[in-house]
């Protein structure tokens, strides 16, 4: 049983998804309490349960992180169209619509 896979040297919990479909509620309480628990696939390691850690962070840790995200999306843009000639397709030369 799937209770038994804590492996030697504390090695993490190993359980199937299909064997986990029905424990998955007393899973979730082991990996909240700190224990290890990965998800297989034919064999293979899919995914891994762990818990959220709810973050509290102070003005100035939440400053820090708004830089870091503006930053972050700072280099990520790319320029685009010129907004002052972006609806010039829809004027003649004089200014009327086409």
């Known amino acids: 049983m799937w209770s038994d896979f804590k492996g030697p040297n504390g090695t993490p919990m190993k359980i199937s998804v299909t064997e986990a479909k029905g424990q998955l509620t007393d899973l979730v309480r082991r990996a909240e309490a700190g224990d290890e628990i990965i998800l297989t696939r034919h ?3 899919a995914v891994q349960l762990v ?3 709810n973050v509290r962070l102070d003005a100035r840790g939440r400053k820090e992180l708004l830089e870091a995200i503006r930053a972050s999306g700072a280099a990520k843009a790319k ?4 907004a002052a000639s972006s ?6 030369g004089d200014g009327l619509p086409k």
């Open 43 to 45: 064999g293979q390691s």
């Open 51 to 53: 818990p959220v850690r």
């Open 79 to 82: 320029p685009g169209p010129n």
């Open 87 to 92: 609806q010039d397709f829809l004027y003649d």
